[in-house]
């Protein structure tokens, strides 16, 4: 008989290593005996398990890289639009180079105004004015050039010209004058006094006190003000007329009945004004009350100084009023050949 059982001491062969889950023996199959415990069903089940955090976490990374990403694409996307809406509402266009706002205006348009002395002979006024053409043509009020003997212009450059008055016009207190021999000059752009609303930011620049190219600010604070002022030479005695520093405040007029820095006499002209709080002083008179996009809209004539003023206590009180430029565009051809006050140069 063949022995079914294996002696004592008998030699049990080696498995094979290349077969970590052989079955049976190593002479056939029997398959009475197991050289090793059947593998589980899924041998790779602990691999699996390592791998699931780690393909969880890339997972949830990935997920919350993509939200992520589109939280900052939103954000750029709100971002580059609001720099697009700032870019397209500019505050002024007075010149690309100018930059914005009221110093743009200044730098644009502050070589367009001058100061004007003009000597007559009772004295000396002090105002301002706007070079309309390159060829020399300036408007300023009647009330500065009226009488003069003697017109000198004082450039922002400092740079100073002799002028001869063209033309004057007493009823709008306008007058124009002329820089002899001048060519090429800076001229502003004149705007549209009918299109201004109350609340409007407007800049003024003038020579207060002899201060050439003196900014200030501020805003139109009405409309349509009937303001009077003297058409006579010598009814004004204020410092923006005569340039004497012992006299209180400026030009006179009258407004709501009332009279301002003075008596404006007998014979007198009434206008529709533009009234500003931008600080005007004496010697702004003639000078510019521009719009934000570097457009004159109004020429500077009357403001309230206190009559009793001290030096310690003169100046704007927020009560300036300017003549429409509307009104001096339809004016300037009467003036070029005269005015209605008729030419009065001196010189």
Same mark, same amino acid.
């Given at each position: 008989?063949?022995?079914?059982?294996?002696?004592?001491?008998?030699?049990?062969?080696?498995?094979?290593?290349?077969?970590?889950?052989?079955?049976?023996?190593?002479?056939?199959?029997?398959?009475?005996?197991?050289?090793?415990?059947?593998?589980?069903?899924?041998?790779?089940?602990?691999?699996?398990?390592?791998?699931?955090?780690?393909?969880?976490?890339?997972?949830?990374?990935?997920?919350?890289?993509?939200?992520?990403?589109?939280?900052?694409?939103?954000?750029?996307?709100?971002?580059?639009? /609001?720099?697009? @809406?700032?870019?397209? =509402?500019?505050?002024?266009?007075? %010149?690309?180079?100018? *930059?914005? &706002?009221?110093? $743009?205006?200044?730098?644009?348009?502050?070589?367009?105004?001058?100061?004007?002395?003009?000597?007559?002979?009772?004295?000396?006024?002090?105002?301002?004015?706007?070079?309309?053409?390159?060829?020399?043509?300036?408007?300023?009020?009647?009330?500065?050039?009226?009488?003069?003997?003697?017109?000198?212009?004082?450039?922002?450059?400092?740079?100073?010209?002799?002028?001869?008055?063209?033309?004057?016009?007493?009823?709008?207190?306008?007058?124009?004058?002329?820089?002899?021999?001048?060519?090429?000059?800076?001229?502003?752009?004149?705007?549209?006094?009918?299109?201004?609303?109350?609340?409007?930011?407007?800049?003024?620049?003038?020579?207060?006190?002899?201060?050439?190219?003196?900014?200030?600010?501020?805003?139109? /604070?009405?409309? @349509?003000?009937?303001? =009077?002022?003297?058409?006579?030479? %010598?009814?004004?005695? *204020?410092? &923006?007329?005569? $340039?004497?520093?012992?006299?209180?405040?400026?030009?006179?007029?009258?407004?709501?009945?009332?009279?301002?820095?003075?008596?404006?006499?007998?014979?007198?002209?009434?206008?529709?004004?533009?009234?500003?709080?931008?600080?005007?002083?004496?010697?702004?008179?003639?000078?510019?009350?521009?719009?934000?996009?570097?457009?004159?809209?109004?020429?500077?004539?009357?403001?309230?100084?206190?009559?009793?003023?001290?030096?310690?206590?003169?100046?704007?009180?927020?009560?300036?009023?300017?003549?429409?430029?509307?009104?001096?565009?339809?004016?300037?051809?009467?003036?070029?050949?005269?005015?209605?006050?008729?030419?009065?140069?001196?010189?």
């Amino acid at each position: 008989m063949t022995e079914s059982y294996r002696r004592s001491g008998d030699e049990v062969p080696e498995m094979p290593q290349d077969r970590p889950y052989a079955y049976g023996s190593a002479y056939g199959h029997d398959t009475t005996r197991q050289a090793y415990p059947p593998p589980p069903p899924y041998a790779p089940e602990p691999r699996r398990r390592a791998r699931r955090p780690v393909a969880l976490i890339a997972a949830v990374a990935l997920v919350s890289g993509l939200i992520g990403g589109g939280s900052a694409a939103l954000i750029a996307g709100a971002t580059d639009r /609001s720099t697009q @809406n700032t870019a397209s =509402t500019p505050l002024v266009n007075a %010149g690309k180079s100018s *930059g914005s &706002g009221v110093s $743009g205006v200044a730098k644009a348009v502050s070589p367009a105004i001058v100061e004007i002395k003009a000597r007559t002979t009772g004295g000396q006024s002090t105002g301002s004015g706007v070079v309309i053409t390159g060829s020399g043509e300036i408007i300023t009020n009647n009330h500065v050039v009226s009488g003069a003997t003697t017109v000198t212009v004082t450039f922002s450059d400092g740079s100073r010209k002799t002028a001869e008055v063209m033309g004057t016009d007493p009823d709008k207190d306008l007058a124009l004058i002329k820089v002899r021999g001048a060519k090429g000059l800076t001229a502003a752009s004149l705007g549209d006094s009918d299109k201004i609303a109350v609340g409007d930011q407007v800049v003024a620049i003038g020579s207060p006190e002899g201060l050439t190219g003196s900014v200030t600010s501020g805003i139109v /604070s009405a409309l @349509n003000r009937d303001v =009077t002022v003297p058409k006579e030479e %010598g009814q004004g005695q *204020g410092r &923006g007329r005569q $340039g004497n520093p012992d006299d209180g405040g400026g030009w006179p007029f009258e407004f709501g009945g009332n009279q301002y820095n003075g008596d404006t006499g007998s014979s007198k002209t009434s206008y529709k004004a533009i009234q500003t709080d931008a600080s005007l002083n004496p010697g702004n008179s003639g000078g510019a009350l521009i719009n934000m996009q570097g457009q004159i809209i109004g020429i500077n004539s009357a403001m309230y100084s206190p009559s009793s003023a001290s030096s310690s206590t003169a100046g704007s009180v927020g009560l300036g009023f300017a003549i429409p430029i509307n009104t001096v565009k339809a004016d300037l051809d009467a003036l070029r050949d005269g005015g209605s006050g008729g030419s009065n140069s001196g010189v």
